[in-house]
């Protein structure tokens, strides 16, 4: 799931706030999760040494509640503007695990619906809350978001941008195949904003990238230049077969995702970017194949590849969970 879909509702932005948000001052600004390149390598690192504690300490789910309950008392505000499977579970999940609770907000049942404004409804809920995940269909409603929320805000997914997808996904490659530093990756398909988050970790982790995605659904310039600013070895091309040779692992995702109205167009341009057994042929021994989820086999990926041994998109699913465990303790400040 990549990309989001319109919504019945519109969420309002405050045109002219009337103070300075809550977190200037003497106040400690919240540690927000906006996007990657808002962090540095230690940022990421942090996050998922937090991850891999808390995984070992909980032992997958045969011991579902942390031993010391760090986040007890806490409480994590879902705001979820599309359906979601993945981030809204792994996050209720990974909360109550942590000895937290969560209360799920939909846009539409809030006064965000009858146009309360964004920067209103952030300082209501951070007078409640202790941390807030936003799944929205604007990215700037994001950034409104955090400009004015008294606690951590976390990007659930925006159509710019997926950044908690691509800290379980470095989680699961180090799993399998070790520290991700040097290694070669592979984007094959569409330059979405799961790309885009993939772009700015390659160059905060130092592995290297190759996109390969048609002239129409190319990645975002702006990450490919900040990327290329701050020492990422990222490269693009319109040629799969040189992008996936001798690659470390091979990444995609669908190509039609919520909120995309021109499927025929979109399949006809990304069907020659198919991950298939001749294509993973060319990539290293051992490769992996990752998708963040949902897939649709015989589109993107054939059903071979899908469940072939080279496949770890499960565990990718899983590894949400105790990625996203991780980053909220980052968030809070709190020790696994």
């Given at each position: ?206 592995f290297k990238l190759r ?89 993107e990926v054939t059903q ?19 990625s996203q465990k991780g ?10």
């Open positions: 799931m990549t990309k989001t879909a319109p919504v019945s509702r519109p969420v309002h932005a405050a045109s002219a706030p009337s103070q300075k948000a809550a977190t200037a001052g003497a106040k400690t600004p919240p540690r927000h999760f906006l996007d990657l390149k808002d962090l540095t390598k230690a940022d990421v690192r942090d996050i998922l040494a937090r991850a891999a504690h808390v995984k070992k300490l909980q032992e997958g789910r045969r011991k579902p509640l942390h031993p010391n309950t760090p986040l007890a008392g806490r409480t994590l505000g879902l705001m979820m503007a599309q359906p979601s499977t993945r981030t809204r579970v792994s996050f209720e999940v990974g909360m109550k695990q942590l000895g937290g609770a969560v209360s799920v907000l939909a846009p539409g049942d809030m006064q965000l619906g009858r146009g309360e404004s964004i920067a209103d409804t952030a300082r209501v809920l951070s007078r409640f809350l202790d941390v807030l995940v936003l799944r929205t269909v604007k990215d700037e409603d994001l950034r409104e978001l955090a400009r004015w929320s008294e606690v951590p805000v976390i990007n659930g997914l925006t159509p710019v941008s997926h950044p908690i997808q691509i800290l379980a996904d470095v989680m699961t490659f180090e799993e399998h195949r070790g520290p991700i530093e040097g290694k070669t990756l592979a984007w094959v398909g569409d330059g979405n904003n799961v790309a885009t988050s993939l772009i700015e970790m390659a160059a905060l982790l130092g996109l390969a995605t048609p002239a129409s659904h190319e990645p975002s310039p702006a990450a490919l230049a900040w990327a290329r600013a701050h020492g990422g070895d990222v490269t693009t091309t319109h040629d799969p077969r040189e992008a996936v040779k001798g690659a470390d692992a091979v990444i995609t995702d669908t190509w039609v995702s919520m909120g995309d109205e021109n499927r025929d167009e979109r399949i006809k341009a990304l069907s020659p970017y198919q991950v298939n057994s001749d294509l993973m042929a060319l990539a290293a021994p051992g490769a992996l194949f990752m998708h963040c989820l949902p897939a649709h086999a015989g589109e071979e590849v899908f469940d072939s041994p080279a496949s770890v998109v499960f565990d990718e699913a899983e590894n949400r969970l105790h980053l909220l303790l980052w968030c809070l400040e709190q020790q696994p």
